[in-house]
């Protein structure tokens, strides 16, 4: 790997150390919504029992995708540091590990795809993560409170 693709490594992990707090502000708001589900569910309206319920469901596809962008921060952090030395080790490595279909084609996936594909999933991230907040806002709006 050139010193620029290391930097590109190195500055993605970067960007995915400090996008982690998404991964924080979506797992707090899927367990106060199961919180609230547990302890009050008789008690809410129907609009925001089902919006805590769909907060909590998006709180699963929620916590896949910050499994897979701490996964991802990992490698790229390697890969910068050279704890990984190559791309061609990496696949060698996620294959053995069962996380890459052996089956594709021996060509090596260049590095600008993979971080294009890991913006992608932050961007998703993102977005489940911003779905997440607005169902628990209505959640709030359609709570009565007397």
Do not use: K
């Amino acid at each position: 790997m050139t010193d620029n693709e290391r930097a590109t490594c190195a500055a993605l992990a970067g960007l995915l150390r400090a996008a982690a707090v998404l991964a924080v502000w979506g797992f707090a708001l899927m367990c106060i919504a199961a919180l609230v589900l547990a302890l009050t569910m008789r008690s809410l309206s129907t609009t925001a029992a089902m919006s805590f319920g769909a907060v909590a469901v998006l709180g699963a596809l929620e916590r896949y995708f910050a499994f897979r962008l701490r996964l991802d921060q990992t490698l790229f952090g390697d890969l910068a540091r050279g704890a990984i030395v190559s791309l061609d080790a990496l696949d060698s490595a996620l294959e053995r590990l069962g996380l890459r279909n052996a089956n594709t084609p021996a060509a090596l996936r260049p590095l600008d795809d993979r971080v294009q594909g890991t913006r992608q999933l932050m961007q998703r991230h993102a977005i489940v993560v911003v779905c997440q907040s607005a169902m628990f806002l209505l959640a709030l709006m359609t709570q009565d409170l007397s």
